[in-house]
């Protein structure tokens, strides 16, 4: 969704919605948010279908009032833990949040959670920790955020290295954000291809990042925004115009040739 059916500033613009909404292609998102910060989306694409969050983590449908989880891979509550108290103790400047199917937490406000809270008009419910984790929730994703690129990187080799058996990557220039190892886009377009019945040719996906690129791999026509980094361009067959550029309509338009 960011950087990819979002514009800049975290919308959907008109351009986009009209032209998915006429297009008639059955139509998935796939992303690293959580559930509420997709069904804003979900609601203006009027989309009924399967909707993937947190990388593949968790597949679920919005009904009416509530969320139906189809599946799901949470991360080990006990990795949580060990996570965030090596975050906490040897990069403390580094904003850490985590999420469960309904929920945004923060131990305190600071620069990055204001960041995203721009971005997707959600707020995080503040919490210890430690108490939070004794209530038996599914975490499903841990999100950092820094503005110094250096040290997210850092941090991500550091993260490696403890052999945590975990999903650890960088989802923009600020983010870096941890799921189950088992989540990733292509088990999602996996899911979707399998219940309807559908072909990987007669498949298509739009994306701009590094944990696009299973998904690219699991489609017959991977499209890529113009602002994506050159080396996720090598894996498009299709680039298209930028996320301000109302890049996903065009590529509808121009590439899968609906009329």
């Keep these: 969704m960011d950087g990819t059916l979002l514009n800049s500033t975290g919308r959907i613009s008109s351009v986009n919605i009209k032209r998915i909404n006429d297009s008639q292609i059955p139509f998935t998102l796939v992303s690293a948010r959580a559930p509420m910060e997709m069904t804003e989306v979900i609601d203006k694409l009027h989309l009924n279908s399967p909707q993937i969050a947190f990388n593949g983590g968790l597949i679920f449908k919005k009904n009416k009032d509530d969320l139906e989880i189809l599946a799901d891979d949470p991360l080990d509550i006990g990795i949580v833990k060990k996570i965030i108290n090596y975050i906490t103790i040897n990069f403390k400047d580094i904003s850490c949040s985590c999420y469960d199917s309904n929920n945004w937490y923060s131990e305190k406000i600071d620069d990055g959670t204001r960041y995203e809270t721009l971005l997707t008009g959600q707020i995080p419910k503040i ?23 250096l040290k997210l990187k850092t941090l991500e080799q550091k993260l490696n290295s403890l052999n945590l058996n975990v999903s650890i990557k960088q989802t923009g220039l600020n983010y870096l954000e941890i799921t189950n190892v088992k989540a990733k886009k292509s088990r999602g ?48 067959k299709f680039i298209t115009q930028t996320n301000d550029e109302n890049g996903v309509a065009f590529g509808i338009e121009k590439y899968l040739e609906v009329n």
Excluded: R
């Design 127 to 149: 919490v210890n920790y430690a108490n939070l984790f004794t209530e038996g929730i599914n975490i499903y994703k841990i999100m950092l955020i820094d503005f110094g690129k």
């Design 189 to 236: 377009i996996k899911y979707i291809q399998d219940l309807e019945n559908i072909s990987k040719d007669e498949m298509a996906a739009f994306g701009d990042g590094h944990n696009d690129l299973p998904m690219f791999a699991s489609v017959g026509t991977p499209i890529v925004m113009e602002n994506a980094l050159d080396e996720i361009k090598a894996y498009g």
